[in-house]
């Protein structure tokens, strides 16, 4: 077979997946259409795929009507909420301790200030769930308000770009909520103790999802693992965040002569990165158990490829003689330069099981995680087609570098 065309098929697999697909949430059908997307091409360039499936929640929402004194505010429904109709008096926190003890099963309750500074962890991310956050759900959901508003700023480092950001955003809590701007919230406390309104047109359902999980070589034990996450926000195109790495993958699989060794390749389609109770990772995981220790390298991609800049690469745990290695193959790609480690994405599973990682973003990671994340604004015209292809290109180079 032929060498393809890098760049005509990377700007191909990005209109597949961020123009043709309605969605790559976590759930959905575009989703499972991405997943089948992948395994389908992987597998017709012979390699071994499966399609492990895990159950997740799809969910949809037709908006959200809140009153109160007499007129209507802006208030979007927070993701994956329940829907319903409640009214009651506002009472309004700033602080966990304002909610400790309280009973507020006749009030809705506003959040605002501290207590909505940054957005709460979901309750099963076994990840990163830090003490503060369990606090303040456990007081949310002992208190037991008829729905929660919330009032948000900017917080880049767990909700990318949104402005406002839900505050809550989590399947395994049940009491309905909103998020609206800390403007509008400021507003809206006005109106302590005074009767509130809020009708939230939502509903979720059971639905399933799957990583793809490619595998070539193995007969020396060990093996690489590359992974990047193939799923999107709702609303996003999601072509920085993660589209165009999943479409390195691809192009890495297409790549002819790089694989005759004895070293196991696994290249992983990840699913759920983006989503609140990340089931592809635990998945992935639980069907590593006691396997982690085969790995010589972890490899992740999430957010390559922005135009007008470089691809970053940062190691992590990584032994001298393999940051040789990787240093060697790499500084021969001028596109490429060794950036500053991030923990924000899929690399930290690497990471918690003391395996030698790698991980690939933009040069402009801080940049477009604060302005571009998760937004409308993540589109295929952000993305440098020739920059995947070159990924892919290293990475090839690269494991061809790591064979025993």
């Not at 076994?126 to 009032?151: G, W």
């Not at 158990?289 to 745990?317: K, M």
């Not at 801080?366 to 993305?383: G, I, K, M, Y």
């Amino acid at each position: 077979m032929g060498v393809p065309n890098l760049e005509e098929e990377a700007a191909s697999f990005l209109a597949k997946l961020c123009t043709e697909l309605p969605t790559r949430r976590t759930g959905t059908a575009g989703n499972r259409a991405a997943t089948a997307f992948f395994a389908d091409r992987v597998s017709r360039m012979g390699w071994r795929t499966e399609c492990p499936q895990f159950d997740c929640m799809d969910w949809k929402e037709r908006g959200a009507d809140l009153i109160a004194g007499g007129r209507s505010w802006p208030a979007q429904v927070s993701p994956f909420s329940a829907g319903g109709t409640a009214s009651g008096p506002l009472s309004v926190a700033s602080a966990v301790e304002e909610l400790e003890g309280q009973d507020l099963s006749d009030a809705i309750v506003l959040l605002r200030g501290e207590i909505a500074r940054e957005q709460l962890m979901p309750k099963e991310f076994t990840f990163y769930n830090p003490e503060e956050h369990r606090r303040i759900v456990r007081a949310l959901e002992s208190a037991r308000p008829q729905a929660i508003v919330a009032a948000t700023g900017r917080n880049p480092d767990l909700a990318g770009a949104l402005y406002p950001f839900p505050l809550i955003e989590d399947g395994d809590v049940h009491i309905p909520s909103v998020f609206m701007t800390d403007v509008e919230g400021d507003n809206l406390a006005q109106l302590s103790s005074h009767p509130v309104t809020l009708h939230i047109r939502a509903e979720r359902w059971s639905s399933t999802g799957c990583n793809v999980i490619a595998r070539r070589g193995g007969g020396s034990g060990s093996r690489a693992v590359l992974f990047a996450h193939i799923d999107a926000k709702e609303g996003s195109p999601g072509a920085i965040d993660n589209a165009g790495s999943i479409a390195v993958l691809l192009l890495l699989a297409e790549l002819p002569q790089s694989y005759a060794g004895d070293l196991g390749i696994e290249i992983v389609a990840m699913n759920g990165e983006d989503y609140y109770a990340a089931p592809g990772e635990k998945l992935w995981l639980s069907q590593n158990r006691g396997l982690l220790q085969e790995i010589c390298l972890g490899i992740n991609l999430d957010g390559v490829g922005h135009r007008g800049g470089r691809t970053a690469y940062s190691r992590y745990g990584c032994p001298e003689s393999l940051s040789w290695r990787i240093r060697s193959v790499l500084c021969g790609y001028p596109s490429m330069i060794e950036g500053q480690p991030w923990y924000q994405s899929d690399h930290s599973l690497f990471l918690a099981a003391g395996v030698p990682a790698l991980a690939f973003t933009s040069e402009a990671f801080t940049e477009l995680w604060s302005n571009v994340a998760h937004t409308e604004l993540d589109r295929p015209e952000l993305v440098d087609v020739a920059q995947l292809g070159t990924t892919a290109r290293a990475l090839r180079d690269l494991l061809l570098k790591l064979d025993p």
